[in-house]
């Protein structure tokens, strides 16, 4: 092993640290017997060295780990404290920041414009409504046939509610108005039958009624409808059901009915 | 790996279970205490550095490498805990206060030798405190807290043998600075 000053000092070093081979040591004490004077120089720095382990220094106070301790809970609650709901972040971090808050408006209009239906879809959704459509009906034209009146009641409420009734609902509810034993549900299909008042064959069915209904509450009720909807072909049918008529409440109802669509 | 060294159980703070670093704590903080001594000479204020250390250990524990060495990457933070609050009050006043020695000097009033060493002793540590802060702090980091070279060289970005180098011209400095006290 070639040794030179440095390379000695090194081993030298080393040797403090108690860092080094056997033959490293041989090495370096061959090199210092030839050379005295880093002999000296060593042996000199050696005893500073060794000097250093006389150096006495002070413990620290116990209150140095009790604040360790207070740290440590410190953190481990606040940690606690700091765990996020994840709503709560996204919400604080949108308002912290307009550009966030600009992106994830972006963000939403796109999702909205990827979600829009395509031409598909739209007839695809025009289909399944016409379906649903139909299943009404068909619900509606079985409940009106059940016995109890609730369920008539039911059907004709729910036909009331059809945006488009085809010419099945309409006759179920003008059968229903003139044949229903049960004056309720006769009294519920009028109304029904009210939302389809712009239909030709619904107003003559309602001046119709006028004939075959028999009850004082259903006439009064069918004429305030003929009025409202201001049928003036009605006024006919009530003239002759006035003569007809014994009850002195229809014909005063009669009379009115005939005065208000004559003079609008 | 053995689950209970520095590596492994900075590694668990890392990942979340902080309350593994009491065992580290338990292993460092007197050695942060004495190098901080060492550097500052004052035992409240070492103290303060001792936490200041643990904790920005638990504020960037997400940076421990998983290939890390524990020792080095905390007496890094160490050292850069000193130089901030160094930075903040420039050099320190370092007391001329001797009082353990002179007790033990009063002790061993009668003993030649003994006197004789503690004066040394008492113009090592004066010519220890005129180092400038770098050569005290290497000389804090190899001689007092024992950390090898090649982690020390790790630590300042050099080479092992040119930290040797250093520390021997730091020993020499010191060596004919406190022999010329005693003339």
Do not use: C
């Not at chain 1, 007809?244 to 009915?257: A, G, I, R």
């Not at chain 2, 580290?24 to 901080?36: A, E, N, Q, V």
Request: proline share 2%.
């Amino acid at each position: 092993m070639k040794i030179t000053n440095k390379k000695a000092e090194e081993l030298w070093q080393d040797k403090l640290a108690g860092n080094i081979s056997e033959n490293e040591e041989k090495a370096l004490k061959e090199f210092l017997l030839s050379n005295p004077e880093k002999a000296k120089e060593l042996k000199d720095l050696e005893q500073t060295w060794d000097l250093f382990e006389e150096i006495e220094r002070p413990e620290p106070s116990d209150s140095m780990n009790a604040r360790f301790e207070g740290m440590m809970a410190a953190y481990v609650e606040k940690q606690k404290e700091v765990r996020p709901n994840v709503l709560d972040w996204i919400v604080a971090q949108m308002t912290k920041s307009w550009q966030v808050g600009l992106a994830s408006l972006a963000m939403g209009l796109f999702i909205g414009w990827w979600m829009l239906p395509s031409q598909d879809q739209k007839q695809d959704i025009a289909q399944l409504s016409s379906e649903i459509q139909s299943m009404k009906e068909m619900m509606m034209l079985t409940l009106i046939e059940q016995p109890k009146a609730q369920e008539r009641i039911r059907a004709v409420n729910m036909a009331a509610e059809m945006p488009k009734a085809d010419e099945k609902v309409i006759n179920a509810l003008i059968s229903t108005l003139n044949h229903d034993d049960n004056i309720n549900v006769r009294l519920a299909s009028l109304e029904s039958l009210l939302r389809y008042a712009d239909e030709p064959d619904v107003r003559h069915a309602l001046v119709d009624a006028l004939k075959m209904q028999e009850s004082p509450l259903m006439l009064v009720a069918i004429a305030d409808v003929l009025v409202a909807i201001q049928e003036k072909s009605s006024v006919d049918a009530m003239e002759k059901l006035k003569e007809n008529t014994e009850d002195e409440f229809v014909k005063e109802k009669l009379n009115e009915s005939i005065e208000t669509l004559k003079n609008t | 790996m053995n689950l209970l060294e520095d590596h492994s159980l900075m590694l668990k703070v890392k990942e979340g279970e902080v309350e593994k670093l009491n065992l580290l704590y338990k292993r460092y903080s007197r050695r942060f205490f004495g190098f901080f001594y060492g550097m500052t000479n004052d035992g409240a204020t070492s103290e303060d550095l001792v936490q200041n250390v643990f904790m920005r250990i638990l504020k960037y524990k997400h940076t421990y490498k998983e290939n890390g060495d524990f020792e080095v990457w905390a007496f890094q933070m160490a050292r850069n805990v000193h130089h901030d609050h160094y930075r903040k009050n420039k050099r320190y006043a370092f007391q001329e206060d001797m009082n353990p020695y002179e007790e033990r000097l009063s002790e061993n009033i009668n003993q030649e030798v003994e006197m004789e060493k503690s004066d040394e002793l008492n113009y090592l540590q004066k010519a220890l405190a005129n180092l400038s802060e770098e050569k005290r702090e290497l000389i804090e980091l190899v001689r007092f807290q024992k950390v090898k070279y090649a982690k020390v060289a790790e630590m300042l970005g050099v080479t092992e043998s040119a930290i040797k180098v250093r520390v021997h011209r730091i020993l020499k400095e010191l060596r004919e600075s406190y022999i010329k006290m005693d003339v």
